[in-house]
T-cell receptor, first 109, second 115 residues
């Protein structure tokens, strides 16, 4: 079967750095997405990786290793507004998006 | 504001009721999606429409019936639902469906409670 694993919940301190991991086992690979979802709101697109390596976008970076079936989202200089759930999703060989259950990130002052 | 709107935002219905969820996208996208989101579970893709044609139906019970009258509007018709259907229903759109790796833009969702 197809599976996306990410931690259920993480806690970090304002101003610090946090890394949210995502591992996947899918039938084929056509890209990996990260989304942010604040409580009661719509998921919003953060990043897309299809080649190995690090993609940096401001305070957020996303890394991909296709050989390891692994990605992480790195958040720097954490702010209270970064408290949200972070969803990892992979497009399989049929271009179907397979979603993880999300990681709830709690930021403490 | 993502350019995708959903109404109603909250809905409480009995198991014998019939109701409809509405989604509208103002982004000029060609593909639209219905998802079910339950607490602590992955997003479940229900239906995909590409250029107003249903291209995917992930074994969803027949008590859920989608309708896509044009590329900007998507409906989910509900009838004789079960309590386990209570969830957040999210609509999304993207520039292309299928083999195009475009990001999806989500609406705020309809929180559905079946009593």
């Amino acid at each position: 079967g197809q599976n996306i694993d990410q931690p259920t919940e993480m806690t970090a301190t304002e101003g610090a750095i946090v890394q949210i991991n995502c591992t996947y086992q899918t039938s084929g690979f056509n890209g990996l997405f990260w989304y942010q979802q604040h409580a009661g709101e719509a998921p919003t697109f953060l990043s897309y990786n299809v080649l190995d390596g690090l993609e940096e976008k401001g305070r957020f970076s996303s890394f991909l290793s296709r050989s390891k079936g692994y990605s992480y989202l790195l958040l720097k200089e954490l702010q209270m507004k970064d408290s949200a759930s972070y969803l990892c999703a992979v497009k399989d060989s049929n271009y179907q998006l397979i979603w993880g259950a999300g990681t709830k990130l709690i930021i403490k002052p | 504001e993502t350019g995708v709107t959903q109404t109603p935002r909250h809905l409480v219905m009995g198991m014998t009721n019939k109701k409809s969820l509405k989604c509208e996208q103002h982004l000029g996208h060609n593909a639209m999606y219905w998802y079910k989101q339950s607490a602590k579970k992955p997003l479940e893709l229900m239906f995909v429409y590409s250029l107003e044609e249903r291209v995917e139906n992930n074994s969803v019970p027949s008590r859920f019936s989608p309708e896509c009258p044009n590329s900007s509007h998507l409906f989910l018709h509900l009838h004789t639902l079960q309590p386990e259907d209570s969830a957040l229903y999210l609509c999304a759109s993207s520039e292309g469906g299928g083999d195009r790796s475009y990001e999806q833009y989500f609406g705020p969702g309809t929180r559905l409670t079946v009593t």
